[in-house]
C-alpha cells in the first residue's frame, strides 16, 4: 500500500511539472509578440533621396513602391521618401549610397553619366522614339539592355531597383517662341552635366550651361538661362510654368530616373526580403508607367491653360530636330558610348539600319 501511494503521488508530481512547463512555454511565446514562439522579427529601415516634386510621375512611383513593399513585408521593411533634393541633388543623394550613408537615391539618366559613360546613351537624341516604347520597356525589364545597365551598376556600388519612368523631354523657354533648333539660336539653355546634353545644345547653337536641378527655378527667374528640356508633369509639378512661356514638342530624348540601393546593404538583406523590394519595384513601375502617360496629359493641359504657348511640332518640324542633332550620335558612339549597346537599342525598335 505504502509503495501504491508513493508511485500516485509521483505521477501527480510529474503530471503538475509537465503543466507547468507547458504553461511556462506559452507565456514565452506571447512575450516575444511571434503567435510561432519564435523571436520578433528585425525591422529594416531604409531611406529614399530623390530631387522630384510631389505629385510628378517619378514622385508617386516611390510612394507606390513604399506602399507596396512595406504591404508584403508585413511591415519589416519601413520606408521614408525624401523628395525635392531635400537630401542633395541627384549626384550627391547617390554618392551617398555608395558611400554606404543613404539606403536608396534616385538619379535622372542624364546624371547617371557622373557613374559610368554608358548611360549617355539615353541621352542621344532620337535614339529612342515614343512610338516604340513598349519594346524599349521590354528590353529595359528582360533583355541584354537591362541587364547590362544592372551589372554596371553593380560595378559601382549600386543595387538597381526601378528604371523608373520620367517620360520624353520638351524644349522649353522663358520669353522666347520656340518651334525650330534655329529658334534656339543665342539662347542659354540649361542642361546636366551630361556631354551629350551640352553637345545637342551646341548642335541647335544654344549656349549650354549646366544647373542642378533644385537651381534650374531662380536660374530662369533672373535670367540666367533662357530655357531647358523636360517634361511637361515634371516642370509643373515643380511650378516652372510660372517661369515658362513657350515650349515645344521635341520629344528630343527619353530619360528614367534610376532607383537604386547601395549593393552592399541589398546583398545583407535576408533573400525573402531582396526579392520583395525587387518584385515590388517592379510591380510599382508598371503601374507607374501608366499613370505617366495621363500626368504628362494633363500637365501639357494645364500648361495650355496657365496660357503658355505649346507648339505641336508637324512631322517635318520633327525632321528637322532630328537631322540638326544626328551628327551628336557620330561625336559619342565607338568612342565614350559602346557601339554595341547602340545597335541592340535600336535594333530592338526595328531600326538596325539607321546606324
Known amino acids: 500500500m505504502l509503495n501504491s501511494r508513493f508511485k500516485v503521488k509521483g505521477f501527480l508530481a510529474i503530471g503538475l511539472v509537465l503543466i507547468l512547463s507547458i504553461a511556462l512555454l506559452g507565456c514565452g511565446g506571447s512575450d516575444n509578440g511571434d503567435a510561432s514562439g519564435g523571436e520578433e522579427q528585425e525591422v529594416y529601415r531604409m531611406r529614399i533621396g530623390h530631387p522630384m516634386a510631389p505629385g510628378n510621375n517619378v514622385s508617386v512611383g516611390y510612394v507606390k513602391f513604399k506602399e507596396i513593399v512595406e504591404e508584403m513585408s ?7 521618401i525624401y523628395d525635392s533634393a531635400v537630401l542633395g541633388s541627384d549626384r550627391v543623394t547617390h554618392e551617398s549610397v555608395q558611400a554606404g550613408t543613404l539606403e536608396m537615391s534616385s538619379s535622372s539618366t542624364p546624371n547617371m553619366a557622373n557613374f559610368n559613360n554608358d548611360w549617355m546613351v539615353w541621352d542621344l537624341p532620337y535614339i529612342t522614339l515614343y512610338e516604340n516604347q513598349e519594346a524599349i520597356y521590354d528590353a529595359i525589364d528582360n533583355g541584354r539592355i537591362g541587364e547590362h545597365f544592372r551589372e554596371i551598376s553593380r560595378e559601382d556600388g549600386f543595387e538597381i531597383i526601378m528604371f523608373s519612368e520620367y517620360g520624353y523631354r520638351k524644349m522649353t523657354t522663358a520669353n522666347a517662341p520656340v518651334r525650330t533648333p534655329n529658334d534656339f539660336r543665342g ?19 544654344a549656349n549650354p550651361v549646366p544647373v542642378a536641378w533644385g537651381e534650374v527655378y531662380t536660374a530662369l527667374q533672373q535670367g540666367t538661362v533662357d530655357g531647358q528640356g523636360n517634361t511637361f508633369d515634371l516642370l509643373y509639378a515643380a511650378q516652372h510654368h510660372e517661369a515658362t512661356g513657350y515650349a515645344a514638342t521635341t520629344d528630343h530624348n ?29 510591380k510599382a513601375l508598371d503601374w507607374q508607367r501608366e499613370v505617366t502617360y495621363t500626368q504628362e496629359a494633363e500637365a501639357k493641359q494645364n500648361f495650355i491653360d496657365h496660357g503658355i504657348e505649346v507648339f505641336d511640332l508637324t512631322d517635318e518640324e520633327m525632321q528637322m ?8 550620335w557620330d561625336e559619342f558612339i565607338g568612342s565614350t558610348i559602346d557601339q554595341w549597346l547602340v545597335e541592340e537599342l535600336l535594333e530592338v525598335q526595328g531600326r538596325g539600319d539607321e546606324l
Open 254 to 282: 527619353y530619360c528614367m530616373h534610376i532607383l537604386v540601393m547601395n549593393v552592399d546593404y541589398y546583398n545583407a538583406l535576408p533573400e525573402d526580403l531582396q526579392r520583395i523590394v525587387k518584385e515590388a519595384g517592379q
Open 74 to 80: 508585413d511591415g519589416r521593411i519601413e520606408i521614408e
Open 187 to 205: 539662347l542659354t539653355l540649361r542642361t546636366t552635366d551630361s556631354p551629350v546634353e551640352i553637345a545637342v545644345a551646341n548642335a541647335i547653337g
Open 321 to 328: 530636330w532630328m537631322d540638326v542633332t544626328k551628327p551628336v
